[in-house]
């Protein structure tokens, strides 16, 4: 999954590039909006609850099936970090836009590492 934003794409010029640009970024709205509907849930407000509710939810997200157990969670004060090894810069953005939704914009702190492809 691509890195999202929450800014608005500018058309820059004139012919279709800009245009690309726009629909791109309308997609990527739209896919994190339905992560935030299928993964959030309404958590009980401690910080082990959130990192079990995470974890939930990274556990049954398909393109994270080979990795999910890498992933170490930990919250303290409402602040989520991911830490491990992750094989695809995908899966890191995946994984961020997951404890997003739960934690929040600001509050994730994604220090997983891409080490490449699985051998």
Avoid at 11 to 27: L, R
Avoid at 66 to 72: A, K, M, R
Wanted: aromatic share 6%.
């Amino acid at each position: 999954m691509k890195k999202l934003n929450n800014k608005n794409s500018a058309v820059t010029g004139f012919g279709s590039q800009g245009y690309e640009k726009i629909e791109e970024d309308s997609a990527d709205a739209k896919s994190l909006s339905v992560l935030k509907d299928n993964f959030k849930l309404h958590t009980t407000g401690t910080d082990d609850d959130l990192a079990v509710d995470i974890q939930d939810a990274l556990g049954r997200e398909m393109s994270l099936s080979l990795v999910v157990d890498n992933i170490e969670i930990t919250v303290e004060g409402e602040i989520v970090t991911l830490e491990g090894e992750v094989y695809r810069e995908e899966e890191k953005m995946t994984a961020g836009a997951i404890a997003t939704a739960f934690a929040g914009d600001d509050n994730v702190n994604n220090y997983l590492s891409v080490i490449g492809n699985r051998n």
